[in-house]
């Protein structure tokens, strides 16, 4: 399972679901790439700080989909 579709599970949607409503939110769902912590974040976020192991590899869902 790819991490934007463990996102999309931990929102209860669909991945283009996910992505259509993060377009409008401030917020939106973010994973870390090391430990798959899942968080709210910024859109834009790309090094965001790992609560669970505490490395800035947490990143949102626009930015791993590629459409920020």
Do not use: R, W
């Not at 973010?30 to 974040?41: R, S």
């Not at 090094?47 to 459409?67: P, R, Y």
Request: charged share 25%.
């Amino acid at each position: 399972m790819s991490k934007l579709e463990e996102l999309a599970n931990s929102e209860g949607m669909e991945v283009e679901e996910m992505l259509e409503q993060s377009l409008i939110d401030s917020v939106v769902p973010g994973i870390c790439m090391n430990c798959d912590y899942i968080t709210d974040v910024e859109p834009d976020q790309d090094k965001g700080f790992c609560e669970i192991c505490n490395t800035q590899t947490v990143q949102s869902c626009l930015v791993l989909a590629n459409i920020i």
